[in-house]
């Protein structure tokens, strides 16, 4: 079975510009996390959603981030505009709705120069 | 806000050698889970620990919940380099979903 799949895996854009990084989580899955992990913060957890749903978006850093999930199979977080604190690893996770245990996608590697 | 600390930060031993992991809160938990990261790659789920008091082991490792459901251990016996990773601990509240990740250990097995 397919994994957690997000892409792009690397992305270096500039200030200012848009970035989408996408996400799509394992089948027969019903919530999907995104986090974001940094040296000094460690794994944040940004938002997740029950059945398409967003339940928690305490962790969007600022309005700049948003977060949709428009159908089970398909989850996206964008930053308009990016600034050079955003640059780190994102990390999508997909669990079941009855379980604790969360499998993480490889990851984006985000560098906002 | 729940925190849960983890110590060592980091750990350089020689092959061979046996360690403990520490994940500490000041909350009690429903469930507790350990997660190891190698570079590049995102977390891999070892263990999950509902029970105070219970242990789990996996071949060389040895997962242990406290008694108050409020801390755990993870215990490596004869480490080999294929042991290196961070090692993050993340804690579930009672009636949450979430998890609170711990900073992790970043743990080097040397040859």
């Known amino acids: ?113 | 806000t729940q925190l849960l600390e983890q110590s060592p930060q980091f750990l350089s031993i020689q092959e061979g050698e046996n360690l403990t992991v520490y994940c500490n809160s000041s909350s009690v938990f429903s469930s507790l889970q350990w997660y190891r990261q190698e570079p590049g790659e995102g977390p891999v789920l070892l263990v999950t620990v509902v029970t105070g008091g219970e242990v789990k082991k996996l071949k060389r490792l040895t997962f242990q919940f406290g008694d108050a459901r409020k801390d755990s251990s993870l215990h490596i016996t004869a480490a080999q380099p294929g042991d290196t990773g961070l090692y993050l601990c993340a804690g579930v509240s009672q009636g949450a979903q979430k998890l609170v990740f711990g900073q992790g250990t970043r743990l080097t097995i040397n040859p």
């Open chain 1, 1 to 113: 079975d397919a994994g957690v799949i997000q892409s792009p895996r690397h992305e270096v854009t500039e200030m200012g510009q848009e970035v989408t990084l996408r996400c799509k989580p394992i089948s027969g899955h019903n919530s999907l996390f995104w986090y974001r992990q940094t040296m000094m913060r460690g794994l944040e957890l940004l938002i997740y959603f029950n059945n398409n749903v967003p339940i928690d978006d305490s962790g969007m850093p600022e309005d700049r981030f948003s977060a949709k999930m428009p159908n089970a199979s398909f989850s996206t977080l964008k930053i308009q505009p990016s600034e050079p604190r955003d640059s780190a690893v994102y990390f999508c996770a997909s669990s079941r709705w009855d379980r604790y245990e969360q499998y993480f996608g490889p990851g984006t590697r985000l560098t906002v120069t």
